[in-house]
C-alpha cells in the first residue's frame, strides 16, 4: 500500500492557503449551530463552499481565526495572525504573477 501522507499535506497546506486568500479579500466562515453537524461554510462576495471542519479546527488551533459566537451561528474571522499570514501570501502570489509575466 503507497503512502500518501506527503500529498494530503500538500491538499491540506493548498486548503489552507485558498481559505486565508479567500478570507483576506473579504471572506466568512460560519456554521449553522442549530443544525446537528451543520457543515462550515466559505462565503466570498456572494458564492459560497463547504470548508473541511478538521481545516478549520487546525487554524483555529493555529490561531489563525478568531471565533465569534450568535445565537444561531459561529462565525470564524481571520486572527491578527492569520491576516498578517494571508498579507505575506497575497503578496508573494502577487510577486510570482509578475515574475511569469515578465518571462513571457
Given at each position: 500500500m503507497q503512502d500518501h501522507s506527503d500529498h494530503?499535506?500538500?491538499q491540506q497546506a493548498e486548503q489552507k492557503k485558498a481559505l486565508l486568500?479567500?478570507?483576506f479579500h473579504g471572506g466568512t466562515v460560519s456554521r449553522?449551530?442549530?443544525v446537528q453537524n451543520a457543515p462550515f461554510r466559505v462565503t466570498v462576495k456572494g458564492d459560497s463552499a463547504t470548508?473541511?471542519?478538521g481545516l478549520i479546527h487546525e487554524m483555529s488551533?493555529?490561531?489563525l481565526l478568531r471565533?465569534?459566537?450568535y445565537p444561531d451561528r459561529l462565525f470564524y474571522m481571520l486572527s491578527e495572525k492569520g491576516r498578517e499570514l494571508a498579507?505575506?501570501?497575497v503578496a508573494s502570489e502577487k510577486q510570482g504573477a509578475?515574475?511569469?509575466r515578465a518571462r513571457l
Open positions: 494530503l499535506d500538500y486568500i479567500a478570507m449553522a449551530t442549530r470548508v473541511p471542519a488551533q493555529e490561531r471565533k465569534q459566537d498579507r505575506g501570501i509578475k515574475e511569469f
